[in-house]
């Protein structure tokens, strides 16, 4: 066979030689060290926890190292390419502060090693497929559906591997030239095929394998690939197996971090990057996001799992900052205890490395997420959470922007209640979270979601909070007004400290705990709140007044 004659045949329109982009893609000019990193996704319009959390590794390492991390869509299957899907990753990464420095941008794209969408890059791949046949190393195969199936078929019927390999691939091998001519002549379609060295029907102990050291996995060990795959489709469009080693060599990729979900395929592309005579990248197999489910890990799952869009954290107003600090701790088994030795750092100053993460699955919990979320919040000062709550509110809950704008110091205030001190509260986890939280300082959305404790009757309620409104200065410190408090609960029978009532239940009706909490219930409708006098004095006295007054008259 003339395998250059046959190259000329398949592919007359390609007359750049593989030389002309190595030249045009030369070695990158970054220190010795610096990685390279891309994200690869398919603009199929939905982007999730799980892109988020391998962009996150991408970022980390070739921006801790001086590196350049760019994003290269993948967009050779028409039928999931979605309308406006680039922007949704762009702006959905950006929200969590990871931006690329070069690749697909909102209008185009930027930087020397594109094309950055697959699509446009037809005609590299297809110059590297013609190296291929020139080598013999690829050829086309003419098999048709119906072949296909019957060859799976049979297959499945004799228990073997299914797929083109061994003596699957020789009635496509051998075909002469003429053949070929004749086919193509005839207008059959057809697919070009990797023509694989390997053999998995050999003696075990003959059998070969192939050692890649994957960056979170350390040393893989798995048999060759012995399937002759399909590099071109019918279409001219490569396969993700071909078209991700053409490109991660052309961009210079140092770093290939992606799910494990590709680990079994990982012995087609050591073939490809051999046969293509290119160095291999570093891969990063990263592990699957789990959740646990009665007692069960699963995968997330789109349909089960709101948790898993990117979306779920911008609607429920989750700081990145918490988001990030969360992904680092399921990221990074070393993270948490850096944490502690370093409570103030910025989460740049954490050195990530691909070592510490995990290979097995990287449980993922909301609840965690929110803990860490509220360790996160009370570090934000008042006014950069109010700014962040009312970019929240706009996009998400316009109707109460009115009592946002224009009222940001009322708002501060509210949101560093109890934040002082050495023991701050951590109320505060999520924009919808807060806005619960702190909605009964509106009066549009304050309601009385508690009950009175039981040891207070309706009579004594209305009896305390006239007392409480007839003795209120709004002046009084915390002290002053406390012992107000102590002296109605005395007058009214209730213990002055819970520890008489404790000692003698039945001389009391309760105690001052009982009291102010029928006095807390009045002002914010819930039994369980930040300190009553802070919160008054946030509220002003009209407001506090006001309310008492609602409820006894
Ligand atoms: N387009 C592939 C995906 O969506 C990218 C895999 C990779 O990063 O290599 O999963």
């Known amino acids: 066979m003339d395998h250059n004659k046959l190259a ?38 939905f982007i999730h926890l799980g892109n988020l959390y391998g962009a ?104 073997e591997t299914t797929g083109i390999y061994g003596k699957y691939a020789e009635k496509s091998r051998s075909l002469s030239m003429e053949e070929i001519e004749k086919n193509i002549k005839a207008g059959k379609p057809y697919v070009i095929r990797l023509k694989s060295s390997g053999n998995h029907h050999v003696p075990a102990e003959e059998m070969r394998y192939i050692k890649v050291e994957d960056a979170v996995r350390g040393t893989l060990s798995m048999p060759e690939n012995d399937q002759d795959i399909i590099i071109l489709k019918a279409t001219g469009i490569p396969t993700y197996h071909f078209a991700h080693v ?16 590709w ?19 570093i891969y990063c197999h990263t592990a699957q996001l789990l959740k646990l489910e009665d007692g069960n890990k699963r995968k997330l799952s789109k349909r089960k799992d709101p948790e898993l869009s990117l979306d779920y954290y911008r609607q429920e107003g989750y700081h990145p900052q918490a988001v990030k600090e969360y992904l680092l701790t399921i990221l990074n088994s070393n993270f948490e205890e850096w944490r502690i030795a370093n409570p103030d750092a ?64 009322y708002i501060e205030k509210i949101l560093d209640l109890g934040r002082s001190g050495n023991k701050p509260r951590k109320d505060l986890i999520y924009a919808k979270q807060i806005f619960e939280f702190i909605s009964y300082f509106f009066d549009d959305h304050f309601v009385i979601e508690d009950t009175i404790p039981e040891n207070v009757t309706d009579e004594d309620a209305v009896e305390i909070l006239k007392r409480y409104l007839d003795s209120y200065d709004h002046s009084d410190d915390q002290s002053q007004w406390f012992d107000k408090i102590r ?10 400290k819970p520890k008489d009532f404790k000692k003698n239940p039945d001389q009391y009706k309760g105690h001052v705990g009982h009291v102010s ?30 309310r008492i007054r609602t409820l006894i008259s």
């Open 8 to 45: 000329e045949l398949l592919f007359p329109q390609i007359d750049k030689t593989p030389e002309e982009y190595e030249a045009l893609f030369p070695a990158r000019n970054v220190p010795e060290d610096a990685m390279v990193t891309r994200l690869g996704p398919s603009p199929t319009g």
């Open 56 to 159: 996150f590794v991408d970022e980390r390492l070739a921006h801790q190292s001086g590196g350049i991390f760019y994003l290269r869509i993948e967009d050779t299957d028409d039928k999931r390419y979605v309308e406006g899907a680039v922007e949704t990753i762009i702006t959905a990464l950006d929200f969590f502060g990871i931006r690329f420095d070069e690749g697909a941008l909102l209008d185009g794209e930027k930087g020397s090693y594109g094309p950055y969408f697959q699509s446009k890059r037809g005609e590299i791949y297809q110059c590297f497929a013609k190296e291929l046949v020139k080598k013999g190393l690829a050829y086309p195969c003419f098999l048709t559906e119906e072949e296909l199936a019957d060859i799976r078929q049979a297959q499945e019927a004799a228990k």
């Open 246 to 261: 053409i490109d991660d060599h052309l961009m210079r990729t140092t770093h290939v971090v992606r799910g494990e979900e």
């Open 263 to 281: 680990l079994m395929s990982l012995p087609i592309h050591v073939e490809l990057f051999e046969k293509l005579g290119f160095d291999m990248p």
């Open 346 to 409: 910025s989460i740049d100053e954490f050195t990530f490395t691909t070592e510490k993460m995990s290979s097995g699955g990287a449980l993922f919990d909301l609840n965690k997420l929110n803990d860490v979320s509220k360790d996160v919040l009370v570090k934000i000062p008042a006014a950069e959470l109010c700014e962040f709550l009312i970019g929240w509110a706009k996009e998400f809950k316009p109707e109460i922007m009115p009592l946002m704008e224009g009222h940001e110091e």
């Open 487 to 496: 002296a109605i609960a005395e007058e009214l029978g209730y213990a002055a």
């Open 517 to 546: 909490t029928a006095i807390r219930i009045a002002i914010m409708g819930r039994s369980q709140s930040p300190d009553v006098w802070e919160i008054q004095q946030i509220l002003g006295e009209e407001r506090t007044k006001e």
